[in-house]
């Protein structure tokens, strides 16, 4: 048996069929990861993301240590509450991890990957040195993601049922990529699945009522499997599938979450990094949708005539598209078409720019 | 639980088999399969008149989660296919024992039968 998040029972009593993720025992879905999928696109979802590592940073350095840890530059959060997405590289310039960090009334909070959890504080931990900087786990926190065009209002709703009307007017004022703590909650309007939506931290021991009110509200419980299809439709990348530590951000799509001014930062595989920018030539994350029948999955191989090879990164069955889509790391040069090899046959694909799906539309051409 | 039916033969691949009154035979996955696929997507079927042998991969069964390989539960030469799985994958979750059958097979060897798992072997192997 693995970690239990403060909703597992609340999964057990929805249906959930439970999977180990990363040692946790999580839903992989609750009957039909399509139905789960669809619900979030059209209506609101919402998702036990407790298992994710919430890590605060306090100290007179802190912004100098995030300067230096990460490749996206914490300077451009400049009021309590803004959000910003970073890769966390090492000095190969390789992606240890992808986070949010938010910028908080004293510090930053940081949401780490699951599986990466101990790599991540390891790294973290031994980066510290020289700076005046502590890191807090906050174990104590669970966390929900309610998302879908219905996410907000609903979450509104709730809370003004409940005459928590300051709450409902916070949810209702948050703009993209803010996040604001509220009577000992933090309440995010970020997510993972290309909608609008939030993403709540909330003490444990609250986190089942406040998970009934959500269903009684009619939110669809969405398990991982969802959040794996809704993610790629929304082109976001996911840590050991689209990046890891051998990849720069430069090949995985992440180029804009470089902050390479102010020139003097010094942040963690900078110099590699350039270099890398310099020469061009490293390979690119596209979008693929496959024009034959089958499903692309990770790792197979792409075929780009003339040019060279690639990989398939992530791959599924796209429900709201209703084909098979992926995202691959091809050569540089690679056009607008190219093979994929799916169990044993190449089929071909289109080469479209991410993302597939947003707020609900299909917008890759 | 799964649904098991006492009148169908199964291979531990998760193949169920029916035997019709001509002696052919027709082949589909159990009801355990399909949950532990989720929901099926997409259906490869095997060619009419191949020579198949035991235990050969000759169809894929694909969920959202994962690809699957569909195997010759005994040897011989395909008879038929369901065409219409091609375009209604999601039968394989709806209807698993009656109209998302795969395909349907003349055995080379009728006693090879005998070598198949019942009903109560199968849900001992699901456990």
Redesign the interface.
Same mark, same amino acid.
């Given at each position: 048996m693995g970690k239990q998040t403060a909703l597992y029972e609340q999964h057990l009593a929805a249906g959930g069929k439970m999977v180990d993720f990363g040692g946790w025992d999580m839903p992989i879905h609750y009957g039909s990861q399509i139905q789960e999928h669809n619900a979030v696109r059209q209506a609101a979802g919402v998702f036990d993301v407790s298992h994710m590592t919430i890590v605060d940073i306090h100290g007179s350095d802190a912004k100098a240590y995030l300067q230096r840890l990460l490749a996206n530059n914490v300077d451009k959060l400049k009021t309590p509450g803004k959000a910003l997405y970073s890769g966390m590289l090492n000095e190969q310039g390789g992606v240890i991890d992808d986070l949010i960090v938010y910028l908080t009334e004293d510090g930053y909070r940081t949401v780490v990957n699951c599986a990466t959890r101990e790599k991540d504080l390891a790294w973290m931990e031994q980066q510290r040195a020289g700076f005046d900087v502590s890191l807090t786990e906050r174990p104590e926190l669970a966390m929900l993601a309610v998302q879908g065009p219905n996410a907000i209002a609903t979450v509104a709703d709730i809370f003004n049922a409940s005459e928590r009307t300051h709450m409902a007017e916070l949810v209702q004022g948050l703009n993209v990529f803010q996040g604001l703590p509220v009577d000992g909650w933090f309440i995010a309007r970020t997510g993972y699945t290309g909608e609008d939506g939030l993403e709540i931290m909330i003490p444990a021991e609250q986190a089942a009522d406040f998970w009934q009110a959500l269903l009684a509200q009619g939110v669809q419980p969405a398990g991982l499997g969802a959040r794996d299809t809704l993610r790629l439709e929304a082109g976001m990348n996911l840590y050991g599938n689209d990046m890891d530590d051998s990849i720069s951000p430069l090949q995985a799509g992440m180029g804009w979450t470089i902050a390479w001014e102010p020139a003097e930062r010094e942040f963690n595989g900078r110099a590699p990094l350039a270099s890398e920018k310099e020469a061009g030539d490293s390979p690119k994350l596209v979008g693929l949708i496959l024009e034959g029948r089958g499903i692309m999955r990770a790792h197979q191989k792409v075929v780009v005539d003339g040019i060279g090879e690639g990989e398939i990164t992530s791959g599924t069955f796209s429900p709201t598209m209703q084909q098979s889509i992926a995202m691959a790391r091809v050569p540089r040069a690679t056009g607008d078409s190219c093979q994929v090899e799916v169990r044993g046959k190449l089929v071909a694909a289109q080469v479209v720019k991410l993302p597939f799906v947003r707020n609900g539309e299909i917008v890759c051409k | 639980m799964s649904n098991i039916p006492a009148e169908l033969k199964y291979v531990k691949s998760h193949e169920w088999i029916r035997v019709e009154d001509d002696g052919t035979v027709t082949v589909g996955v159990t009801d355990y399969a399909q949950q532990q696929l989720?929901?099926v997507?997409?259906v +490869?079927l095997p060619e009419v008149d191949t020579e198949v042998g035991d235990g050969d991969d000759i169809a894929?069964v +694909?969920s959202?989660? $994962? $690809?699957s390989d569909i195997y010759a539960p005994l040897p011989g030469k395909i008879i038929a296919v369901n065409e219409a799985l091609v375009d209604a994958p999601e039968k394989v979750n709806e209807d698993p024992y009656g109209e998302a059958w795969f395909f349907r097979m003349e055995l080379a060897n009728a006693d090879d039968l005998n070598e198949l798992l019942s009903a109560d072997d199968y849900a001992a192997e699901c456990e």
């Open positions: - | 989720g929901d997507v997409f +490869e894929v +694909e959202v989660k $994962a $690809a």
